[in-house]
């Protein structure tokens, strides 16, 4: 029986539709990977198919049923937590139901009387066959070994307050992997994995007996465990479309051939429509003062015929809207600002910016290391979790401060970052106390950098030319976008100023699919220089002609 059954699922704020038409089964060892644009809803999908919103309250869709079988485990991308949690808190509270069955168990043998309990023997043997099914016995080393394999915090002591998103995170998904549900949902769950990370996860997604939802941008996760693809883009029906064959390839031929079949046939309609409306106007013609029969003739004939033209031409052009499809909405679509290599007056055997002998804290240590990117430079900076890759970008970036080496920048060079953490509050409040938009922000941002001399109002790139975020989104509070719609947010104001250098670590976190493909396009042909520190496997393979510098 299918863990999972979604039947015409829809699902809409007040005023505001997010997705419709969303129909799929999920049977033991089916894996859907949910791919679509950043605020097509699939977050939020995975918050219906659980039942409950992301602060914990019930949650049922606007239309539509899901029919759920067995336990079920979601994990968000954000870990939401009271202050003083610890490690061994969530650990704790996610085993609490497989203690539970391993405790009734206990329970049950201790006071089971082989002799006289004729009813109790079915009882326990339920109970043993669920202990079994959850592997109790073995959920502490489980546990152990998922905090470990994923790179989380196994201090069951230490405070989450204390730990990084990623982190925070990996401690979530790993208990959750431990716990064996029936069902498991996953939002984007190789954000802050590194390759051993995403090694282990792939290799338990794959194992998993129960059945798996996993809403993600990795390419290559989708080809490693996705059984079946839900896209939840318009298709030409307005709905979404689920797509049997698996691998990200197939999907992504099958999805292009089915959109130039939607533009065909919307080209094909608009024409024959613009016929019609000629045939139209020329009918109606017939009945003012151009089209009078001469006189003598059989005025009433002519008056009739004119009208039998009109209604004619009315039935074809009613019977083409009854059966047109509607204009295919665009995905967004990135436009790349042409950003400099250099500005005048720049020696061109100058690095945009240099560090030597690098050292930050605990956290960075490359004594005899000259790290240096020219205009039009590219580096690409690799590693596990903890090796320094964020840390060694922000002394590039300039936002760290060097404990041991120097920092060297062309005077006047521009920088735009994107790092892991949005650096712009989502509670945002302008002056007269509205939550700031998208808009709002951009501007405060815009005039932030004019103050500062960091920005020549002649290069300035409007915010809504970018085709990152419709006008309709900016002109939203930051707090309602979705995760993936502020990482948009953040990329934009990284190229507000026109950038000389480009510093972008994990950049394609959170963002569809389909922009990671174009952003991948357009760093590697852009003329600013690029530096980009990146888990994507399938990024790093398209960019694997870049320099590297490999931390350990």
């Not at 999920?26 to 039942?51: C, F, I, Q």
């Not at 995403?198 to 080809?223: E, N, P, S």
């Not at 079949?261 to 109606?284: F, G, I, N, P, V």
């Not at 085709?467 to 507000?496: C, I, K, V, Y």
Request: glycine share 8%.
């Amino acid at each position: 029986m299918p863990h999972l059954v979604a039947r015409d699922l829809g699902f809409a704020y007040p005023g505001r539709p997010v997705f419709r038409g969303v129909s799929f089964r999920v049977p033991d060892g089916a894996r859907l990977g949910v791919v679509g644009e950043n605020g097509s809803g699939k977050s939020t999908l995975l918050h219906v198919l659980a039942g409950e919103s992301a602060d914990g309250h019930p949650l049922a869709p606007s239309s539509g049923e899901v029919v759920r079988h067995g336990s079920l485990a979601l994990v968000e991308q954000e870990l939401r937590s009271p202050p003083g949690t610890t490690v061994g808190d969530v650990v704790r509270a996610t085993l609490a139901d497989v203690r539970a069955a391993a405790d009734a168990l206990d329970a049950a043998a201790r006071t089971f009387d082989h002799d006289a309990d004729a009813v109790g023997l079915g009882e326990l043997t339920e109970l043993l066959a669920r202990a079994e099914h959850l592997e109790a016995w073995d959920a502490d080393h489980r546990v152990d070994e998922a905090l470990s394999r994923l790179g989380a915090p196994r201090d069951h002591a230490r405070l989450l307050d204390e730990l990084s998103v990623g982190e925070r995170y990996r401690v979530r998904l790993a208990c959750r992997l431990a716990e064996r549900t029936d069902l498991l949902l996953l939002d984007e769950p190789t954000n802050h994995l590194d390759d051993a990370a995403i090694g282990f996860l792939t290799q338990q997604l794959a194992a998993w007996r129960g059945g798996v939802v996993v809403v993600t941008h990795d390419r290559q996760l989708l080809d490693d465990v996705a059984t079946a693809i839900l896209d939840l883009d318009p298709s030409m029906d307005g709905t979404p479309t689920l797509y049997g064959q698996p691998g990200y390839l197939s999907y992504r031929f099958a999805k292009n051939q089915a959109l130039v079949r939607w533009r065909q046939r919307y080209t094909a309609e608009r024409k024959r429509a613009a016929q019609l409306a000629e045939r139209l106007d020329a009918s109606y013609e017939g009945l003012s003062d151009e089209w009078r029969p001469p006189k003598g003739s059989n005025k009433n004939r002519r008056g009739t015929r004119a009208r039998i033209h009109v209604k004619a031409a009315d039935r074809l052009v009613q019977k083409l809207e009854a059966e047109a499809v509607e204009v295919p909405v665009p995905p967004l679509e990135l436009r790349f600002p042409d950003l400099l290599a250099m500005s005048p007056g720049w020696d061109p055997g100058e690095p945009v910016v240099e560090v030597r002998n690098p050292r930050v804290g605990r956290r960075l240590d490359l004594p005899g290391t000259r790290v240096a990117v020219p205009p039009s430079g590219r580096l690409l900076v690799v590693g596990p979790n903890g090796s320094g890759k964020s840390t060694l970008l922000g002394a590039l970036a300039g936002t760290l401060a060097l404990g041991r080496g120097t920092r060297r920048v062309v005077d006047g060079a521009r920088i735009g970052i994107v790092g892991q953490e949005e650096s712009v509050p989502v509670g945002l409040r302008m002056g007269d106390g509205r939550l700031a938009t998208g808009f709002d922000a951009y501007a405060r941002e815009a005039l932030d950098l004019l103050a500062a001399g960091a920005l020549d109002p002649e290069l300035l790139v409007p915010v809504a030319a970018l085709g990152l975020l419709t006008e309709d989104d900016l002109d939203r509070p930051l707090a309602e976008l979705s995760a993936g719609q502020r990482r948009r947010f953040e990329l934009a104001r990284a190229l507000l100023a026109v950038p000389h250098l480009l510093v972008l670590d994990e950049p394609t976190n959170h963002l569809s699919i389909d922009l990671v493909d174009e952003l991948t396009r357009a760093l590697q042909a852009t003329s600013a220089a690029v530096v980009v520190a990146t888990h994507d496997r399938r990024m790093r393979d398209e960019l694997a002609d870049w320099p590297t510098l490999e931390l350990s």
